[in-house]
């Protein structure tokens, strides 16, 4: 149950940021760009209490390099798809490092 919840924080942290960054494109503080800024720091509070509950059952030096590898893999996964951010050989290569460290660890 607790790699749910781990895996639960990662996909919130990566919607809070998305939120934010769409948040961020928009020209000063309408209620939109509130709302989505708010929205995001909901989201954000229930990532952190879905990291919390995972940190019952897994060592803090397991769970916060899987919750950041696997949030910086996705978050960039997202931002080339929503946000058009270029993703060159050499941060793919990157990530995919990422990801053989995340398996390696995830594994130990």
Known sequence: M???YLALAVAFNVIANA???????MPGWSMH???LFGLGLA???VNTLCYIKALEDYALSVAYPVFMAGSVILITLVSALMFSEQVSVQKAAG???IGVGLALLWKA
């Open 2 to 4: 607790s790699a749910i």
């Open 19 to 25: 939120l934010f960054k769409h948040a961020s494109g």
């Open 33 to 35: 760009k509130v709302s």
């Open 43 to 45: 989201i954000g509070l």
């Open 95 to 97: 990530l995919c490092a």
